[in-house]
T-cell receptor, first 118, second 117 residues
């Protein structure tokens, strides 16, 4: 089945550090990838949508200069949290749609990254 | 506009007893519906999907769900709960947007299932 690998699974760093999270589709080409944020005991909140080779589309209220997204290839998207602060601590999950995806097909999710900013 | 309501934030059952997780949706068009499971500190794993074929959908790990258009429901069931079923469950709707150019996923708020020995 389609596998999405997200790395790292957990990161702890000091305030002011920039953190990069990678999302890779291992056995399929992902024309579209999504980044979600999940607060404790809550549902997933879509942050942005990235299409390979083009700029990401951010949801309202998400700072694009804070959360940099790059989707340079059909198998890799990265999310960089720039100058992270404690309020950025959260669980970040990526998701991918396969090339040729239709609306009645599921998206594939990574295992998430637990980001903790001290 | 589409929306998803998971009627229970927390469901607790005993091992070996039936599981019922409720989901109601609203949609302007013909939606696709999914149930995902999330174990602690993990991503979402697909349990099953409804895509306008059979209304009773069978998924992995003994789960199934029935699409009832008249009730706008897509409840998730399992005849006998196992300890390993303890997790968070999300009902998700996928619908084409009004412009017809893209699909949007809408997530329910999740239902935490605990299974007691």
């Amino acid at each position: 089945g389609a596998v999405v690998s997200q790395h790292p699974s957990r990161v702890i760093c000091k305030s002011g550090t920039s953190v990069k999270i990678e999302c890779r589709s291992l056995d399929f080409q992902a024309t579209t990838m999504f980044w979600y944020r999940q607060f404790p005991k809550q549902s997933l909140m879509l942050m942005a949508t990235s299409n390979e080779g083009s700029k990401a589309t951010y949801e309202q209220g998400v700072e694009k200069d804070k959360f940099l997204i790059n989707h340079a290839s059909l198998t890799l998207s990265t999310l960089t949290v720039t100058s992270a602060h404690p309020e950025d601590s959260s669980f970040y999950i990526c998701s991918a749609r396969e090339k040729g995806w239709r609306g009645n097909q599921p998206q594939h999710f990574g295992d998430g990254t637990r980001l903790s900013i001290l | 506009a589409q929306s998803v309501t998971q009627l229970d934030s927390h469901v607790s059952v005993s091992e070996g007893t039936p599981v019922l997780l409720r989901c109601n949706y609203s949609s302007s068009y013909s939606p696709s519906l999914f149930w995902y499971v999330q174990h602690p500190n993990k991503g979402l794993q697909l349990l099953l999907k409804y895509t306008s074929a059979a209304t009773l959908v069978k998924g992995i790990n003994g789960f199934e769900a029935e699409f009832k258009k008249s009730e706008t429901s897509f409840h998730l069931t399992k005849p006998s709960a196992h300890m390993s079923d303890a997790a968070e469950y999300f009902c998700v709707v996928s619908e084409r947007n009004s412009g017809g150019s893209n699909y949007k996923l809408t997530f329910g708020k999740g239902t935490l299932l605990t299974v007691n020995p």
